[in-house]
Nanobody
């Protein structure tokens, strides 16, 4: 499966953005998807994930209550709705996928990655 992340941009603190992760290929509904982010000074970290079935989601503590992950398998797309953005959310955001498995915080278990989209939050 090939992934393409989009929707990043420059916003002010408190604003919202919605990222999209569009997948090509069949059987996207069989893939668990995670969003990760990385800054120049930090390792890539898990942000949110949604199980292949859509039956469960998980979030990093730093984004709980502000970010929501969802998926539309008919459109082969996973979304990350980001509200109440903070300057510390500034990062390149990546989506990643793994087949028929649970959500993992570990980037190494995701074999498929999108190219990343930059989110910049100004104070």
């Amino acid at each position: 499966v090939q992934l393409q992340a989009s929707g990043g941009g420059l916003v002010q603190a408190g604003d919202s953005l919605r990222l999209s992760c569009a997948a090509s290929g069949r059987s996207f509904s069989q893939y668990t998807v995670g969003w990760f982010r990385q800054t120049p000074t930090k390792e890539r970290e898990f942000v949110a994930g949604i199980r292949w079935s859509g039956s469960s989601t998980d979030y990093a503590d730093s984004v709980k209550g502000r970010f929501t992950i969802s998926r539309d398998n008919a459109k082969n797309t996973v979304y990350l709705q980001m509200n109440s953005l903070k300057p510390e959310d500034t990062a390149v955001y990546y989506c990643a996928a793994r087949g028929f498995a649970g959500i993992s915080y570990t980037e190494q278990v995701y074999p498929f990655w999108g190219q990343g989209t930059l989110v910049t939050v100004s104070s």
